[in-house]
């Protein structure tokens, strides 16, 4: 039987292609359901309040970053979207005097302007700007990482995913996008050989770092999140972290404050994980297969499926 065709974008795959009863399904669950969908593997794990939740994924740099060593280098990779911890990371870094040097951090993307390339820290919508204005920058001197330890995607990604090797990452934080992503994977266009199916999730997986054409939803997504609603700032392309760096990390951190993603959508990706339902059309529900999966939620952020008229 032939798959839905998206109600969102028709020429994409995306959530709105699942079966109807699988989509009943996590519209019902509760909190409380929410929390006993943890399993081995796939931990979930709730917060009472935004200063506690954010405090915790700071601390997750730092507990990566202790650890490093001259002979055991280690790192982080992580996310914007959410970043009200960045600034937190830095400054325990400071009361710490935690020194990085054999510490490691990887971007986990970028905007590609039209012409293919990294869009400029001067752009207004530069993740690498972001990491740096709210977080590196503000590392006192003496404690900071050495710039070559400091990974950025570029347009050619080589030097990106050479670093990937010889490095330990310990965690690779994400959020969550509309269009159920983690960093820019998005699903992909309904066309040529994926015009009938989306990818086998083993295809999926097999994507490494690279250029991506993004989702119409993740468009509009970042020009509501990012750009007060300008959707002319957002590029429609972007350099992505793939499914192969992040098989590499020992953990993968996903952090849902209500912000990025709906109530619907929260609800939809974990239990996709917790029953193991791997389609390449919720791409976070790929990481259904990674050994060490743990999804943060703010109890206030997970809101209502119920319909209300506004």
């Not at 001259?70 to 990779?77: F, L, Q, R, S, Y």
């Amino acid at each position: 039987m032939a798959r839905k065709l998206s109600s969102i974008a028709p020429d994409w795959w995306d959530y709105t292609t699942l079966e109807d009863d699988l989509i009943r399904d996590a519209a019902a669950l509760t909190p409380r359901d929410l929390e006993q969908l943890s399993r081995p593997g796939f931990e979930v794990v709730m917060y009472d309040t935004l200063e506690e939740f954010y405090l915790a994924e700071a601390l997750e740099y730092i507990e990566a970053w202790r650890a490093a060593t001259a002979d055991n280098p280690v790192g982080i990779c992580g996310p914007i979207g959410p970043t009200e911890q960045l600034p937190l990371v830095a400054r325990l870094v400071n009361a710490l005097g935690l020194q990085l040097g054999d510490a490691h951090f990887w971007g986990m993307d970028e905007w590609l302007g039209a012409g293919g390339e990294v869009v400029p820290t001067s752009h207004p919508l530069s993740f690498e700007r972001a990491d740096r204005e709210l977080c590196f920058d503000r590392i006192d001197r003496g404690l900071a990482m050495p710039e070559s330890n400091l990974h950025f995607p570029a347009a050619d990604p080589s030097a990106y995913v050479a670093s990937w090797e010889g490095v330990r990452c310990a965690v690779m934080q994400g959020g969550q996008g509309d269009i159920k992503h983690w960093a820019f994977n998005d699903p992909p266009r309904r066309s040529g050989r994926y015009a009938d199916a989306p990818p086998t999730p083993e295809e999926y997986r097999a994507l490494g770092t690279r250029a991506v054409e993004l989702h119409p939803i993740t468009l509009a997504q970042n020009a509501r999140t990012s750009g007060g609603g300008n959707i002319t700032l957002v590029p429609a392309r972007a350099v992505t972290v793939g499914p192969v760096e992040t098989w590499k990390a020992e953990r993968v951190s996903i952090w849902q404050a209500g912000t990025h993603d709906n109530p619907f959508g929260q609800r939809l990706t974990a239990l996709m994980i917790s029953k193991r339902v791997a389609d390449a059309a919720v791409p976070m529900s790929l990481l259904a297969d990674h050994p060490r999966v743990r999804f943060h939620y703010y109890r206030g952020g997970l809101g209502s499926c119920a319909v209300e008229m506004h």
